[in-house]
């Protein structure tokens, strides 16, 4: 019975996505998923050298006419957004999902941040996703549906020492998702949070090295969780995935 309810459509082909910090991490393994579903990718971060590798490793393996773009931008700077942005429209002709996963940490306790530290991550992992989704927004529209999936953290909803910078800059992202979920719902657009625990990357092991690694979650099982939200159709909308490390407390 519940089989029967649940349509998915594992197919992407045809429809373009746009991925933030897709050089490294999280970010790559989205691209790749997405990619391998049939998506165009535009492949954006600050190192060319990182976005050029995984671009040409989609147009190495999956078949089709062009399948992916290395495309520069830092998602802080509002100029380089609309560069990016537009720059994809214009080689894909479209744009279906976009994937604000592109941001940075900074750790220590807050009486020992700068006003410098503090800007910076608020600029990259705020500021940028804000201008994304308003970039991204008219060509989102366009479809009859597209997708907005902001990677927020664990830290968007707990607090942990340390993390105070961070925790402020991913709580507000989760605030932004519910906020403009509202807004563009009547424009077919769904805009999903997604709030993962430590993921084994570069960015955990700088922000707890207490971590063993050999327990944390891996990028390409968030990258099927990314595929599960921008195939799934039927009546329920799922807005926040909260994703744990196995053996971490249940539903906290
Ligand atoms: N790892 C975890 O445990 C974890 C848990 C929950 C949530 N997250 C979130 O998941 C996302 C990805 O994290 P990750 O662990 O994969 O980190 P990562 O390995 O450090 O990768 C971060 C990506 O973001 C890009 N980036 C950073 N600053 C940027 C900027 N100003 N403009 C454009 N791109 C920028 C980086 O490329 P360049 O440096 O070349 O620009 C890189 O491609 C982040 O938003 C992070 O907060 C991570």
Same mark, same amino acid.
């Given at each position: 019975?519940?089989?029967?309810?649940?349509?998915?459509?594992?197919?992407?082909?045809?429809?373009?996505?746009?991925?933030?910090?897709?050089?490294?991490?999280?970010?790559?393994?989205?691209?790749?998923?997405?990619?391998?579903? &049939?998506?165009? %990718?535009?492949?954006?971060?600050? #190192? =060319? @050298?990182?976005? *050029?590798?995984?671009?040409?490793?989609?147009?190495? /393996?999956?078949?089709?006419?062009?399948?992916?773009?290395?495309?520069?931008?830092?998602?802080?700077?509002?100029?380089?957004?609309?560069?990016?942005?537009?720059?994809?429209?214009?080689?894909?002709?479209?744009?279906?999902?976009?994937?604000?996963?592109? &941001?940075?940490? %900074?750790?220590?306790?807050?009486? #020992? =941040? @700068?006003?410098? *530290?503090?800007?910076?991550?608020?600029?990259?992992? /705020?500021?940028?996703?804000?201008?994304?989704?308003?970039?991204?927004?008219?060509?989102?529209?366009?479809?009859?549906?597209?997708?907005?999936?902001?990677?927020?953290?664990?830290?968007?909803?707990?607090?942990?020492?340390?993390?105070?910078?961070?925790?402020?800059?991913?709580?507000?992202?989760?605030?932004? #998702?519910?906020?403009?979920?509202?807004?563009?719902?009547?424009?077919?657009?769904?805009?999903?949070?997604?709030?993962?625990?430590?993921?084994?990357?570069?960015?955990?092991?700088?922000?707890?090295?207490?971590?063993?690694?050999?327990?944390?979650?891996?990028?390409?099982?968030?990258?099927?969780?990314?595929?599960?939200?921008?195939?799934?159709?039927?009546?329920?909308?799922?807005?926040?995935?909260?994703?744990?490390?196995?053996?971490?407390?249940?539903?906290?």
């Amino acid at each position: 019975m519940i089989e029967s309810a649940r349509q998915v459509d594992n197919s992407l082909t045809g429809m373009v996505a746009l991925v933030t910090g897709a050089g490294r991490g999280i970010g790559r393994a989205i691209a790749l998923e997405l990619a391998s579903h &049939g998506a165009a %990718v535009a492949c954006c971060a600050r #190192s =060319l @050298s990182e976005i *050029d590798e995984v671009a040409a490793l989609i147009e190495s /393996t999956c078949p089709g006419k062009k399948r992916a773009a290395a495309i520069p931008l830092d998602v802080s700077d509002e100029t380089d957004v609309k560069r990016a942005v537009a720059k994809t429209t214009e080689i894909f002709g479209r744009l279906d999902i976009l994937v604000n996963n592109a &941001g940075i940490g %900074v750790f220590g306790s807050l009486e #020992s =941040l @700068s006003v410098a *530290d503090w800007d910076r991550v608020m600029a990259v992992n /705020t500021r940028g996703t804000f201008l994304m989704c308003r970039e991204s927004i008219p060509h989102l529209r366009k479809q009859q549906r597209s997708f907005i999936i902001n990677i927020a953290s664990v830290v968007g909803v707990k607090g942990y020492p340390n993390q105070s910078a961070y925790a402020a800059s991913k709580h507000a992202i989760m605030g932004m #998702s519910s906020a403009l979920a509202k807004e563009v719902q009547k424009d077919g657009i769904r805009v999903h949070a997604i709030c993962p625990g430590g993921v084994d990357t570069d960015m955990v092991g700088d922000a707890r090295p207490d971590l063993d690694r050999s327990g944390l979650i891996q990028s390409e099982e968030l990258a099927e969780m990314v595929t599960f939200l921008v195939t799934r159709r039927g009546k329920g909308v799922i807005d926040v995935l909260h994703v744990r490390r196995d053996g971490n407390t249940p539903w906290v």
